[in-house]
Nanobody, 122 residues
Framework: QVQLVESGGASVQAGGSLRLSCTVSRYTKYMGWFRQAPGKEREGVAGIKNDGSIRYADSVKGRFTISQENAKRILWLQMNSLKPEDTATYYC???????????????????WGQGTQVTVSS
């Protein structure tokens, strides 16, 4: 079992920044950030493999940065130039067998946090 706890969600104005954190109970090979807006499917935002390989959704490239601390027990998502369409509940997820090509696919992750709300106002 892997426990994940997200934090850092808040309400900000468009153009602002937030940093989300996810504390993980143990090391896992693949980790990612996902988001779900009301009435929409959960979508991948950014994913990272233990070798440092990273993938981003096109909608956040150049604005969001995923990173891990050295022991890989904390996952961050730095979000800059936030837009109203970034409003969602953000989740971190972990699994041992995702594969680099599937980093942004929610169905490939077994372990999930409870989510943290990000609201961006115009």
């Amino acid at each position: 079992q892997v426990q994940l706890v997200e934090s850092g969600g808040a309400s900000v104005q468009a153009g602002g920044s937030l940093r989300l954190s996810c504390t993980v109970s143990r090391y896992t090979k693949y980790m990612g950030w996902f988001r779900q807006a009301p009435g929409k499917e959960r979508e991948g935002v950014a994913g990272i493999k233990n070798d440092g390989s990273i993938r981003y959704a096109d909608s956040v490239k150049g604005r969001f940065t995923i990173s891990q601390e050295n022991a890989k027990r904390i996952l961050w998502l730095q979000m800059n130039s936030l837009k109203p369409e970034d409003t969602a509940t953000y989740y971190c997820a972990a699994d041992e067998r995702v594969g680099y090509s599937s980093l942004l696919m929610p169905r490939n992750y077994k372990f999930w946090g409870q989510g943290t709300q990000v609201t961006v106002s115009s």
